[in-house]
């Protein structure tokens, strides 16, 4: 390798504020791909939750080791609270899902979910497995091993307690243990294995520390004959960052849950304990498995090319490998197998146009529009070195293709403007495992193919065909929607398709302790233009809903009406839906987009039913006034003044045992010691408010 400049990897650089916002590699960066290039290998880490992964042992395998690893989350961690905000249940696993996507994207690591359901806390795992549908949850998990092939498998719990944890924790390292088997059996799952085959994982590893011993001193008496010590704080000079650090700030991207972490530098730890397999002689988990390229058939020839590149890469021109890269991914195209070939297809492609500095975008002119819809797309392809020529841009999954012979001399920017229609069965931006009412424990999923996915697929993407030292190449990139913000600059958001029409229920449950009208409000707001039509409501048996039908038009997009509609319940007790939907000549539109927007995480949208819950109850309320101190994700004080409470949110400094007498009872919102540092200061108060009955 040739020594001209060291150059600095700020590695934090390369992820960024607005998560869409592309990232080009440096020639550091490229060399740490270039390693991974080389590397065959897999190690898949299994838990139950976004945030129970550990984030040190997934950088370390990625960026130290070069494996190909990954995280399989069973749920997406409904069942937690919300720090940042008020979205709670599958809202909040919609919010975790992309912290975990985001946290992925600084350590390194590839993301899976099964269609487990975070229901809640379960004291046991036969409860647990027992709500989840253990044996579909199981499915999932060897799919993702058979899919994955990972050589090594680490549980980050302890399959041997029960009842020592949460029922989900011990769970995940069961299915996992039994899945280690599972997945190499053809007659498990039987139809899924003749299509994606079966697999053997070499070890399966207990990711052990002192928490699960009680105490650092029982932990140093414990027989480690079985473990590898593994140290996850390594400095890496090339990237001039440590291991623990970037496992810091991937780590942090839990937002939602409070888990900002500091990192701490030198020596870090991690020990594994072998369940599973023949233990290694050394801490390598890769000890016995062929992880270079003669691993596979026809392989030879192209590790030794692999190790000429990094042995004569130029820091300060990486351009020079890329004829040796070309000829890489021409022997990798006659590889016969299959799983090696479309990995190491992608990251030479990737390694490629990192080479060249090749940025290629496709800008539309809005962040949500409709099917149907023509919209302007702004398509830019710059090449930063050497030349190439520009041969073809299409969107997948519609008739938008242009045919070009354009040359892309070195830095030299080509900007197309075109137009674009969408289809009109183009479906609607939504999760997919949220398409369908979900049981208590698992999701349905309808699209099985889906399954294992972090997030739905994009439909329409922009294809770039390019040719580069005489090779065609296919580049994929997202549509995206992009503008600029007078204090941040550049800001990307994701292009989403969503209905021409949004229904939003004001409340989606109104509960009635008596026989007095509620008025709820009714939102409509067009994402497209010139749309009319009338509102309609299904009115439930025994329940009166008063409102005006009218034509209502909406000229432009983004336009919104209010609609009041007044239920008023019927005598005896009584539980129904109310359904709206919006009639156009057209198209009948019974659905609110939900908007998810973070600094963290990219813009998410979500489509909810647009129904409201009715509830007349006979309550026998005590007391009137309530005095509420907030927590996290709190919306408990609308609930109590539905059903008749006077409730008066308190600051900290109003928290004095004067006011506090003023109430029939105080009540003090989920986790708000976590989120009000001053409460602590408060407790003598609310506890003598206590004492006095």
């Known amino acids: 390798m040739k020594k001209h400049y060291l150059v600095l990897l700020v590695l934090l650089g390369s992820y960024n504020l607005f998560a869409q916002q592309p990232s080009q590699l440096n020639s550091s960066q490229i060399y740490q791909q270039l390693e991974k290039l080389d590397f065959l290998g897999s190690v898949l880490y299994v838990a139950a939750h976004p945030d129970d992964e550990n984030t040190k042992l997934i950088s370390y395998f990625s960026n130290q080791t070069h494996a190909n690893t990954a995280y399989l989350s069973l749920t997406r961690g409904d069942g937690g609270q919300n720090l940042i905000g008020s979205e709670l249940r599958e809202k909040l696993g919609l919010i975790r899902t992309q912290e975990l996507l985001a ?9 899976f979910f099964s269609r487990a359901n975070d229901f809640g806390y379960s004291k046991t795992p036969q409860e647990t497995l027992e709500i989840w549908n253990k044996e579909e949850v199981l499915k999932d998990v060897v799919k993702t091993i058979r899919k994955f092939q990972p050589d090594v498998i680490i549980n980050r719990f302890d399959h041997r307690t029960e009842g020592n944890t949460h029922g989900h924790h011990t769970s995940s390292a069961r299915l996992s243990l039994e899945a280690f088997d599972k997945a190499a059996d053809d007659n498990f799952a039987s139809a899924e294995a003749k299509t994606l085959g079966t697999w053997q994982p070499q070890r399966l590893f207990f990711n052990t520390s002192w928490w699960f011993y009680g105490s650092q001193e029982k932990f140093e008496e414990a027989d480690k004959s079985k473990m590898l010590a593994i140290d996850a704080g390594v400095y890496n000079p090339l990237i001039g960052i440590s291991n623990s ?11 939602s849950q409070g888990f900002g972490n500091t990192p701490v530098r030198g020596e870090q730890l991690e020990y594994i304990e072998l369940i599973k397999g023949k233990i290694p002689t050394n801490n390598d988990v890769f000890e016995g498995i062929n992880t270079n390229w003669s691993r ?25 490998s890329l004829r040796d890269l070309v000829k890489v991914y021409q022997l990798i195209e006659k590889l016969d197998n299959d799983h090696w070939r479309t990995i190491k297809l992608e990251e030479t492609k990737n390694l490629i146009a990192a080479c060249v500095g090749l940025y290629l975008e496709a800008v539309t002119q809005s962040a949500l529009t409709t099917p149907g819809e023509t919209i302007s797309l702004q398509i830019e392809a710059t090449q930063r070195e050497a030349t190439g020529v520009l041969k073809e841009i299409s969107i997948s999954n519609s008739n938008f293709k242009k045919k070009f012979t354009t040359t892309l001399n070195s830095n030299q ?5 075109e137009e674009f229609t969408i289809p009109t069965t183009t479906p609607y931006t939504n999760p997919y495992w949220l398409e369908k009412p979900s049981e208590l424990g698992m999701y349905e999923v309808s699209n099985k193919v889906y399954i294992g996915l972090p997030e739905t697929p994009s439909t329409l993407k922009a294809n770039f065909v390019l040719e580069i030292e005489g090779q065609t190449l296919n580049f994929e990139k997202e549509l995206v929607y992009k503008y600029n913000d007078p204090v941040e600059g550049e800001v990307y958001e994701p292009f989403q398709i969503v209905p021409a029409i949004s229904v939003k229920m004001g409340k989606p449950i109104l509960i009635f302790g008596n026989e007095n009208s509620k008025v709820l409000p009714i939102t409509i707001k067009a994402f497209s233009n010139n749309i009319s039509g009338q509102l309609k409501l299904n009115v439930p048996k025994k329940w009166k809903i008063d409102y005006t039908q009218e034509d209502m038009r909406f000229s432009k997009k983004g336009e919104e009406k209010l609609i009041y509609v007044t239920v008023t319940p019927p005598h005896e007790g009584s539980e129904a839906q109310l359904e709206a939907r919006f009639i156009t000549s057209e198209k009948e539109y019974d659905q609110h987009v939900v908007e998810i927007d973070y600094e963290h995480i990219p ?25 509420y101190i907030e927590g996290a994700g709190d919306v408990v004080p609308e609930s109590l003044r539905e059903i008749g409470y006077q409730v008066n949110v308190l600051q900290p400094e109003q928290i004095t045992l004067k006011k506090l007498n003023e109430f029939d009872a105080v009540v003090i919102g989920i986790r708000a010691y976590n989120t009000v540092n001053d409460l602590a200061f408060k407790q003598s108060i609310l506890f003598e408010y206590v004492n006095q009955g």
Request: hydrophobic share 35%; net charge positive; charged share 35%.
């Open 603 to 627: 813009k998410q949208i979500l489509l909810e039913a647009a129904t409201a819950k009715l509830i007349a109850l006979d309550i026998k309320k005590k007391g009137d006034k309530i005095a």
């Open 245 to 255: 650090e970037i496992a810091s700030h991937s780590r942090s991207q839990h937002k």
């Open 413 to 417: 920017r080509i900007s197309l403007t």
């Open 103 to 111: 946290a992925r994207k600084i350590d390194g690591g590839q993301q």
């Open 296 to 320: 596979v058939k026809g392989g030879e020839m192209i590790g030794k090319l692999v190790d000429k590149i990094k042995e004569e890469y130029d820091f300060t021109a990486p351009s020079k």
